[in-house]
């Protein structure tokens, strides 16, 4: 079983390695180069095992994407993660153990504006009149906000977890994972007019079937709050791995089917030369779940881990990227940093914090998760600059005679994530999280989808640590 540490220990790993426990140097294969493969081979490495990582694509950092192409110089929109909240110590601590310079990451502007029901004001003003929102909501709720109503809830369960520490976890988790959010909002008595202001607000309407542990982990955790970038773009973190893992990584070598004896492991590959294998004493497939779906398993694993790689639900996500030849955003409407939240298709917009010295900047003009990010990928690369182009011209009227150009990233598309990250559909952590976590015989598993915090760099990091330092105490 894969060992369970305190984030004390694991912040431990990270700033002095594992242990030297004199046991034998063992040979892993690492199945993908992310941030959950990265942080194994790094400690791996560290402790003098053996490393091999395959990668099917040509860079690493999986779900770290910063594009800087088709963008002018000193410009790019982070495809993938683009912010690292305080509450999460374990990227923090890579960040800082490669010296990576940060910058706050302005979560909320009340200069940003709010466009719903066809009307635009900005956020402060929102905020301060709800009711001109327009919202159906019951006479009780008038004049209240629902993100204000949203945060007394969150104060009430982070207040049992204070007291409670994990025993309370584990009471929550037994009362209240089999609710999504919606019906969680319904057992509230929130009308649908207050819920919707919630789904659109807080971002949750496309996520209103999910586990509402979800979401309750991230406010309860403060994942939205106290956040920072890294300087010159995300992919610094999982590029500083590169001096230390290089002459172990090998790149375009897609993995397709997995074998085992009771010796060792036998992982077959492929490359623009053809199919190859390679053999290890163990392996750590960091590899998405939905890309695992379509991986020939020759020993089948355990039913109830083809059952968790069947049955955990991705979400989908979609980033679409506008670049203008000038930040009239800042310029002529004030807004330095965080968004502008709509009910068009673009939904939520972030205004760049970098490029500045450009005079041009590259807006994050439309990120969308569930069903709003679906119908993103359903229109062509083209189409979907064309419409939020049009969407963004409705806050910005000058954004039809600035754009430049643009792109967009479908994770939901994507051939090496299948998905953008796992999102817990109403009772799948205790039906699945721990046969996801459950090694098979040789193979051990990682990644995102292998810890609770989910869509996070610091599950993924947390998983790969944990698998790392399971192997080297075999
Ligand atoms: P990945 O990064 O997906 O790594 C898996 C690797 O396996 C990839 O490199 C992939 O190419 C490779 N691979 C796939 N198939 C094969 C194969 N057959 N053979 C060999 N290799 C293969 N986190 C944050 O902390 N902050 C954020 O702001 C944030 N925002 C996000 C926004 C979006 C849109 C998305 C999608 C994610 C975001 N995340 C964020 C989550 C974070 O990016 C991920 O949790 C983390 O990067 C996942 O790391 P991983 O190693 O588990 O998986």
Same mark, same amino acid.
């Given at each position: 079983m894969t060992q369970v540490?305190?984030?004390?220990?694991?912040?431990?790993?990270?700033q002095h390695?594992?242990?030297?426990?004199?046991?034998?140097?063992?040979?892993?294969?690492?199945?993908?180069?992310?941030?959950?493969?990265?942080?194994?081979?790094?400690?791996?490495?560290?402790?003098?095992?053996?490393?091999?990582?395959?990668?099917?694509?040509?860079?690493?950092?999986?779900?770290?994407?910063?594009?800087?192409?088709?963008?002018?110089?000193?410009?790019?929109g982070e495809a993938g993660a683009m912010r690292i909240p305080k509450a999460h110590p374990l990227t923090l601590a890579y960040v800082e153990h490669f010296s990576l310079p940060t910058f706050p990451f302005t979560i909320s502007n009340p200069r940003g504006y709010s466009h719903m029901n066809d009307q635009k004001m900005r956020l402060d003003e929102a905020h301060a009149a709800p009711d001109r929102?327009?919202?159906?909501?019951?006479?009780?709720?008038?004049?209240?906000?629902?993100?204000?109503?949203? $945060? /007394? &809830? *969150?104060?009430?369960?982070?207040?049992?977890?204070?007291?409670?520490?994990?025993? =309370?976890?584990?009471? #929550? @988790?037994?009362?209240?994972?089999?609710?999504?959010?919606?019906?969680?909002?319904?057992?509230?008595?929130?009308?649908?007019?207050?819920?919707?202001?919630?789904?659109?607000f807080n971002n949750q309407e496309s996520m209103m079937n999910s586990s509402?542990?979800?979401?309750?982990?991230?406010?309860v955790g403060g994942y939205y709050t106290d956040?920072?970038?890294?300087?010159?773009?995300?992919?610094?973190?999982?590029?500083?791995?590169?001096?230390?893992?290089?002459?172990?990584?090998?790149?375009?070598?897609?993995?397709?089917?997995?074998?085992?004896?009771? $010796? /060792? &492991? *036998?992982?077959?590959?492929?490359?623009?030369?053809?199919?190859?294998?390679?053999? =290890?004493?163990?392996? #750590? @497939?960091?590899?998405?779940?939905?890309?695992?779906?379509?991986?020939?398993?020759?020993?089948?694993?355990?039913?109830?881990?083809?059952?968790?790689?069947?049955?955990?639900?991705?979400?989908?996500?979609?980033?679409?990227?506008?670049?203008?030849?000038?930040?009239?955003?800042?310029?002529?409407?004030?807004?330095?940093?965080?968004?502008?939240?709509?009910?068009?298709a673009v939904r939520n917009v972030f205004y760049p914090e970098h490029g500045r010295e450009t005079g041009r900047g590259v807006m994050l003009a439309s990120y969308t998760w569930g069903e709003d990010a679906q119908r993103w990928g359903s229109l062509s690369p083209e189409d979907r600059l064309h419409q939020a182009i049009e969407n963004i011209a409705e806050i910005h009227p000058q954004a039809f005679g600035e754009v430049e150009g643009g792109a967009s990233q479908m994770w939901h598309d994507d051939p090496y994530a299948g998905g953008a990250f796992a999102l817990f559909d109403p009772g799948q952590q205790t039906l699945l999280h721990e046969h996801i976590l459950t090694p098979e015989g040789r193979y051990y598993f990682a990644g995102e989808h292998a810890s609770l915090a989910h869509a996070w760099i610091q599950g993924a990091i947390e998983s790969g640590l944990l698998a790392a330092h399971t192997i080297h105490n075999l």
């Open positions: 540490l305190s984030e004390t220990d694991l912040l431990g790993l990270i390695g594992l242990k030297d426990n004199a046991s034998a140097r063992k040979k892993v294969l690492i199945l993908g180069a992310g941030m959950a493969g990265l942080s194994a081979a790094d400690m791996l490495l560290r402790a003098g095992h053996q490393v091999e990582i395959l990668e099917a694509q040509n860079r690493l950092g999986g779900r770290i994407l910063t594009l800087r192409e088709p963008f002018a110089p000193g410009l790019y929102l327009g919202f159906d909501v019951a006479p009780a709720e008038r004049g209240k906000l629902a993100s204000d109503l949203w $945060d /007394e &809830v *969150i104060a009430s369960f982070a207040r049992r977890v204070e007291q409670g520490g994990q025993a =309370a976890w584990d009471e #929550i @988790v037994h009362t209240h994972d089999q609710y999504s959010v919606r019906e969680f909002l319904e057992t509230l008595g929130w009308s649908e007019g207050l819920i919707e202001m919630f789904g659109l509402f542990l979800e979401l309750l982990r991230e406010d956040l920072v970038q890294i300087e010159g773009g995300m992919d610094r973190l999982p590029r500083s791995f590169l001096p230390q893992v290089k002459d172990c990584l090998r790149l375009g070598a897609r993995v397709v089917a997995l074998d085992q004896s009771p $010796d /060792e &492991v *036998i992982v077959h590959y492929q490359t623009y030369a053809g199919r190859f294998e390679s053999r =290890a004493d163990y392996a #750590i @497939v960091t590899l998405p779940f939905p890309v695992m779906r379509h991986i020939e398993v020759l020993k089948p694993f355990s039913r109830p881990k083809q059952r968790a790689i069947r049955q955990l639900k991705y979400d989908a996500s979609a980033k679409v990227f506008l670049q203008f030849r000038r930040r009239f955003w800042e310029m002529d409407d004030g807004i330095y940093g965080g968004g502008s939240v709509t009910d068009m």
